[in-house]
């Protein structure tokens, strides 16, 4: 077998870092930037819609969603995503990244911005059309995971494709810290402007009527980031991995990229047999990709599907942690304005200080430690950390225990995004022949997606208290928050396992790695 790659592709992996890389990052960045904002500034406002539009007067506890509603709430996005993943990364490589590319962000803007206008004053009605949009935002979402990974990819050079595509990851950690500083910002403003009483000493009042602005506008702030980008990502031409190995214009693709690289190349002779080897045409369900891929593709789904259930069930843990070591004060010393502040700043603060210094270590690093060794990495020290936790758990509890606590739980989610959270989004997009890539990414990623459901909501459950008394409003018993832990942990352990089938794309082309430049002499 004779390795050929064709010139224009050759051009792109040994060419050095330039403007056009960072101006891909932005682009490709900016939604996930948006992607991350949207999917977790829910999360800053559920207490504040349960004081809204669910508030019982009799109540010793100011009103909050009730279990139906709020899994609604924070679950119809992760479903839409789900869909959202496997769709677009099919269509990605059906009509092209670029097209597909505007339809997603269109969507994203749109279902935003209406997200936060839902109709009428009655809970039914504004719930109801919140979560109507907030599936069709997270449809437009999920198709932002495989074409932003896969274009990423697809411009990069061979030397640093890791970082640039954990880069764009990254901005992940940056849409979760502006979620809450848009908050913290919004709740200070109304909170100047409309004082009010805690609810303990006024249960009416303690929820001024102007509080019902705030939710709306931290949904719809999530709109101004993606419409900024629209013009730059309908400028960007269509990746040349595309144009040249599925679409098979050679000629197109020299010509885009000799203008994005600013240097002549030229076509080569033999090009076209390369790209028409009928022997590289196989398709998703054929024998020959279960051959080649069917393992790399069960190990990307597996690790992400695992990774996923213990990633999201941590982030619902938050407030309850942060309520149970008393970053939080109890809800009925708060006004309702107050409160959303409180969940911000503590939300911030995790971020802060683990979530996003993890993303950016693993920027740093990945192109020198490589994919494997840091999801390995991630893993192991996920499953110590929550194994940690939850075994001596009635220790952490106590009070004199709580900053203890406070670093455990921060550690975990920094070797969460140093290492399997930012890996599991990146091989993917490098493992899979061109015309597979993105419906291969999606896949991989919608398969995460199946997983945080099940950490959102089947651990919503779980960690229900065993003791009947102690659950939450509407809440059968569970397994407790200890033994729901020992479980994260064990899924994280298994998680590791199943990176040994995942290989490692460091320093490979993209057709080395997916098997498109072999050709018989």
């Not at 995790?350 to 060794?373: E, K, N």
């Not at 018993?477 to 064990?490: A, D, E, F, Q």
Request: glycine share 8%; net charge positive.
């Amino acid at each position: 077998m004779a390795e050929q790659q064709l010139g224009v592709l050759k051009a792109l992996d040994v060419a050095k870092t330039q403007l056009y890389h960072f101006t891909a990052i932005v682009i490709a960045g900016m939604g996930f930037f948006t992607d991350a904002y949207d999917l977790f500034c829910v999360s800053l406002v559920t207490k504040l819609l349960g004081r809204l539009y669910y508030f019982n007067p009799l109540s010793e506890k100011p009103g909050s969603l009730p279990p139906h509603v709020a899994a609604a709430v924070n679950g119809v996005a992760l479903c839409g995503t789900l869909a959202g993943q496997l769709f677009f990364g099919w269509l990605g490589d059906k009509l092209g990244r670029k097209k597909v590319y505007g339809i997603t962000l269109i969507m994203m803007i749109v279902c935003s911005v209406a997200s936060g206008l839902s109709f009428g004053n009655k809970a039914k009605g504004v719930m109801t059309t919140l979560c109507f949009f907030r599936f069709w935002l997270g449809f437009g979402i999920g198709g932002d995971y495989p074409l932003s990974a896969t274009i990423m990819s697809e411009y990069a050079n061979k030397k640093t494709r890791g970082a640039f595509i954990a880069a764009v990851f990254a901005m992940q950690g940056v849409g979760i810290l502006a979620g809450g500083f848009v908050a913290l910002a919004v709740s200070s403003i109304f909170d100047k402007k409309f004082p009010a009483p805690t609810y303990a000493v006024n249960r009416a009042l303690s929820t001024p009527p102007q509080a019902d602005y705030i939710w709306r506008i931290i949904v719809m702030f999530g709109a101004l980031p993606a419409a900024l980008t629209y013009y730059w990502r309908m400028k960007m031409p269509e990746t040349a991995r595309y144009t040249a190995l599925v679409a098979k214009n050679i000629k197109q693709a020299t010509q885009d990229m000799s203008k994005v690289l600013q240097v002549e190349l030229e076509m080569e002779e033999r090009a076209e047999d390369i790209v028409k080897d009928p022997r590289l045409n196989y398709g998703l369900f054929s024998k020959e990709f279960a051959k080649r891929h069917g393992l790399p593709l069960l190990g990307c789904t597996s690790t992400w599907f695992l990774l996923d259930i213990a990633f999201y069930s941590q982030n619902l843990f938050q407030k309850d942690i942060f309520s149970a070591i008393g970053w939080i004060p109890k809800a009925a010393t708060m006004n309702a304005i107050h409160e959303v502040f409180m969940i911000a700043r503590a939300q911030t603060l995790i971020a802060l200080c683990s979530t996003v210094p993890g993303y950016w270590f693993t920027v740093a690093f990945i192109d020198i430690m490589g994919r494997f060794a840091i999801q390995l990495m991630g893993f192991f020290m996920m499953t110590v950390f929550m194994f940690a936790i939850a075994f001596p758990y009635d220790h952490w509890i106590k009070p004199d225990n709580r900053i203890g606590f406070v670093v455990m739980y921060s550690l975990t989610f920094f070797f969460a995004n140093f290492g399997p959270n930012a890996t599991t989004f990146i091989v993917p997009a490098e493992i899979f022949p061109a015309r597979l890539r993105s419906t291969c990414h999606g896949i991989s990623a919608a398969t995460g997606k199946a997983g945080a459901i099940v950490g959102a909501f089947g651990f919503l459950y779980a960690a229900q208290s065993q003791d009947k008394t102690k659950t939450d409003a509407g809440y059968p018993p569970g397994i407790g928050v200890k033994n729901s832990l020992i479980m994260l942990g064990v899924i994280n352990f298994v998680g590791m396992l199943f990176t040994f089938l995942v290989p490692e794309p460091k320093g490979k082309s993209l057709e080395e790695l997916s098997g498109e430049t072999e050709v018989e002499k």
